[in-house]
Nanobody, 118 residues
Framework: QMRLVESGGGLVQPGGSLRLSCAAS????????MGWYRQAPGKQRELVAD???????NYADSVKGRFTISRDNAKNTVWLQMNSLQPEDTAVYYC????????????WGQGTQVTVSS
């Protein structure tokens, strides 16, 4: 069974930066999409950014220009570089992997807390 482990969360002041990482233990067959979601207290979980094995990316409007997602297919790892962080970015961030083969499946990490506060 695939396991995803996130790291890199923490407390940062407004305007600061953090880099989240997610390492997958199992084989990530192609095609695949790896992404980051977040959930703030009292709000729905939302997509922050995702990236295909071919490098195609999607970003939530709220993070465009501030966040950058990247992945290394050989290392089964995805990162989220977060710059110009604001208090509204405070949330638990979850790593996600969506696969089609060998069967359609979705995998989630345990989440890492990001807090932006002065």
């Amino acid at each position: 069974q695939m396991r995803l482990v996130e790291s890199g969360g923490g407390l940062v002041q407004p305007g600061g930066s953090l880099r989240l990482s997610c390492a997958a233990s199992g084989t990530i067959f192609r095609p695949s999409v790896m992404g980051w979601y977040r959930q703030a207290p009292g709000k729905q979980r939302e997509l922050v950014a995702d990236i295909s094995n071919g490098g195609s990316t999607n970003y939530a409007d709220s993070v465009k220009g501030r966040f950058t997602i990247s992945r290394d297919n050989a290392k089964n790892t995805v990162w989220l570089q977060m710059n110009s962080l604001q208090p509204e970015d405070t949330a638990v961030y979850y790593c996600n992997v969506h696969l089609i083969f060998p069967r359609m499946s979705e995998h989630w990490g345990q989440g890492t807390q990001v807090t932006v506060s002065s």
